[in-house]
């Protein structure tokens, strides 16, 4: 446990938990938008898949608490590490002409505080219903998603939040793998093409979908 606790305690190691939690919820990403994409081939096959996985039962409970608990370590992590450097440099640097860093890096506070909202509200709409503009149903999970993007206000929401979730997962995604020794230092450090392909495919994949119900593509 003192070991455990030296490691949480290091700025090392809240840097390790940052990036193992930021991989664990990458993973989930890609598989959530995947499922989502689903709402093209039809009704049938998104409210089908949306059976499988309840089907699953203590193992979707497994997985959901895996990933609140990654979640939850990472905010964590990311604020003690800001206060940590606010403590180190109270006083900021002078006007200076970036060299290495990205607008997704300068910004990826303000981003996560904004996600961390986004995510409170997307449970509350799409997993809960609690703001469903029409009737929630738990086995019509199609009509939800069809009926909740048919709301301009929704849709636009949804689709600034998946450029916030890109830009951070473009910066997030190069980070982690950096730290965890998944890629190599490069003398190059704003060319990421990993970082970028990641952060692209979710974007496109998330944010396809209420476009496509806004433009009626879906319906």
Known sequence: MSKLRRFWGSTIGKKVVMGATGVIMIGFLIGHMVGNLQVFIGAERLNAYSRFLHSLGE????????????????????????????????????????????????????????????????????????????PFSLTNVYGNVVGGFAVPWVAALYVVSMIVVGLHLYHGAWSAFRTLGIAPASPRPVARPVASAVALVVWLGFTIVPVAVSLGWVR
């Open 59 to 134: 193992v979707l409970w497994l997985v959901r608490g895996v990933l609140l608990l990654s979640l939850l370590l990472h905010i964590v992590a990311a604020v003690q590490l800001t206060r940590i450097d606010l403590a180190a440099r109270p006083v900021g640097y002078g006007k200076t002409t970036p060299q290495a860093s990205t607008f997704a890096s300068r910004t990826i506070r303000y981003g996560g505080l904004f996600l961390a909202f986004f995510i409170v509200f997307h449970l509350l709409h799409l997993t809960l219903g609690k703001v469903q503009p029409v």
